[in-house]
Nanobody, 119 residues
Framework: QVQLVESGGGLVQPGGSLRLSCTAS??????????MGWYRQAPGKERELVAT???????NYTDSVKGRFTISRDNAKNTVYLQMNSLKPEDTAVYFC???????????WGQGTQVTVSS
């Protein structure tokens, strides 16, 4: 069973920055076999895609975070990062790490980490 451990969430002021990390363990397949990403869910809203990154570095972002957030991964550490700059109150949400294994048609999720942007 793949396990995802997240860290880096917290309380920041508008305009501040946070860096989220998510490390996958209990992985028996190579890093070229899965994509990773970040999703978020705010109170009263559905879970939405924030950013994804493939094993070879192709990225995708939701429009609201383009130019502010950067997703990256370190395959040697089985870790994905989300650098969040110029944070806005509307970024407040629980952020979930995701690992997708296409050949198995499976998604694995972290427990979620709270990000709160408030003055």
């Amino acid at each position: 069973q793949v396990q995802l451990v997240e860290s880096g969430g917290g309380l920041v002021q508008p305009g501040g920055s946070l860096r989220l990390s998510c490390t996958a363990s209990r992985i028996i397949f190579g890093s070229n076999a899965y994509a990773m990403g970040w999703y978020r869910q705010a109170p009263g809203k559905e879970r939405e895609l924030v950013a994804t990154i493939t094993s070879f570095g192709s990225t995708n972002y939701t429009d609201s975070v383009k130019g502010r957030f950067t997703i990256s991964r370190d395959n040697a550490k089985n870790t994905v990062y989300l650098q969040m700059n110029s944070l806005k109150p509307e970024d407040t949400a629980v952020y979930f790490c995701n690992l997708r294994v296409p050949i198995l048609r499976r998604d694995y999720w972290g427990q979620g980490t709270q990000v709160t942007v408030s003055s």
